[in-house]
């Protein structure tokens, strides 16, 4: 099978890989259809390593997928050939104490598509565990698919936050996370949100979403617009998703008293915290290392029209043009939010059967529903 592999840092090749063996007891085959393009794949990309995480091998890049059933291990109830799903890419020991706790994110066991030596999902064919796949309602498209992986982080943090009706949420760093984040607190009761960037066509696009108040930090200080916007009290919850240092100079001044301050951009560099003017003002910390126990719920806001994800898809590549979707968000374009790759299907003899007894259904090849 074909697979976009990370030969090391800066070398990225679309070439055969080994097919992946028969799904084993738990277990759903499942075509990758739409994978995105993550922080951490570019950064394995341009560094090498994301932290203790080091490129030693050729690593299949992607954890952001979608895709269809195309074969159910034994044991699996539930699925079928065809079905249409979305994959959480940690797998977790789940007898792990982390699991049984049901903070299975933070198992130290936990397998992550593409996070070394683990091999990612962007290729033909990979097998998941069932238990870990989410069926996609007809009216969610792959694309909307590969993005719930993302919107699990924003989801998580609002969960963590402890959202009351009418707060108000300030968030800094207006990338896809930071959105999804700004979406998600939306959702969970925040009366308004705002949200920082030095991009003003990112902002652009964070505007459109109602409740949600654009702050260009080439214009306008971000602490004194938080004051106005809260009577001078500061916001009940901020989040931080940028993972700049230069943000943590400021951030603490945007919280309210008894606030909350939910940390979710990773620092490249260590970054000092004065304690002593936390525990004045009672701020609670919350830190977000992937999710847990999110994703249905994800998968039924989006269904139910209550988070558009449309807007925050710019732009799609086809597997072959892999490098060219890379080299694009290592630019950083001002105006990109996610990119994504869709993976082309080869036809089997049984797939082209399907299609010429009209069974096909539009789910299959390079359709996006």
């Not at 009577?231 to 998703?241: L, P, Q, S």
Request: net charge negative.
């Amino acid at each position: 099978m074909k697979a976009v592999v990370l030969e090391e840092q800066g070398v990225i090749n679309v070439r055969e890989v080994p097919d992946v063996p028969a799904p084993g007891l738990g277990e759903l085959k499942i075509a990758p259809h739409t994978v995105g393009v993550c922080g951490s794949d570019l950064h394995y990309y341009t560094h090498g390593r994301v932290g203790k995480y080091v490129v030693e091998q050729p690593m299949i890049l992607g954890h952001e997928a979608s895709g269809t059933v195309v074969e159910v291990g034994p044991g699996v109830e539930g699925f079928k050939v065809g079905d249409r799903v979305a994959m959480e890419p940690g797998i977790p020991d789940m007898s792990s104490r982390a699991s049984k706790l049901g903070m299975y994110n933070v198992d130290p066991a936990v397998r992550f598509f593409a996070t070394p030596p683990i091999d990612g999902c962007l290729c033909e064919t990979v097998n998941h565990p069932a238990a870990f796949t989410y069926k996609l309602p007809d009216n969610v498209s792959f694309g909307e698919g590969a993005l719930l992986e993302p919107l699990a982080v924003g989801m998580w943090s609002a969960t963590k936050a402890r959202i009351k009706p009418g707060d108000v949420c300030v968030v800094t760093g207006s990338g896809t996370v930071g959105m999804l984040t700004a979406s998600c607190a939306l959702a969970g009761g925040a009366s308004k949100v705002l949200i920082s960037d030095v991009s003003a066509i990112k902002l652009a696009i964070a505007a459109q979403i109602p409740g949600i108040i654009p702050v260009d930090l080439t214009k306008e200080d971000l602490v004194e617009r938080v004051r106005e916007e809260t009577g001078g009290w500061g916001a009940d919850v901020a989040f931080e998703c940028s993972g700049s240092p230069k943000s943590y100079e400021t951030f603490w001044k945007l919280i309210a008293p008894g606030g909350a301050a939910v940390i979710v951009g990773i620092p490249v560099n260590p970054v000092a915290i004065d304690i002593t003017e936390l525990q004045a003002t009672e701020v609670r910390i919350e830190n977000i290392f992937r999710y847990a126990n999110v994703y249905q719920k994800a998968i039924d806001l989006v269904a139910n029209g209550k988070l558009n994800l449309k807007p925050f898809i710019t732009d799609t590549y086809a597997m072959e043009d892999a490098q060219a979707a890379f080299d694009r968000m290592a630019e950083g374009r001002p105006g990109d939010i996610k990119l994504q790759i869709t993976v082309k299907k080869r036809l089997t003899l049984r797939t082209l059967r399907n299609d010429e007894r009209g069974l096909c259904h539009g789910r299959c090849c390079t359709s996006q529903r």
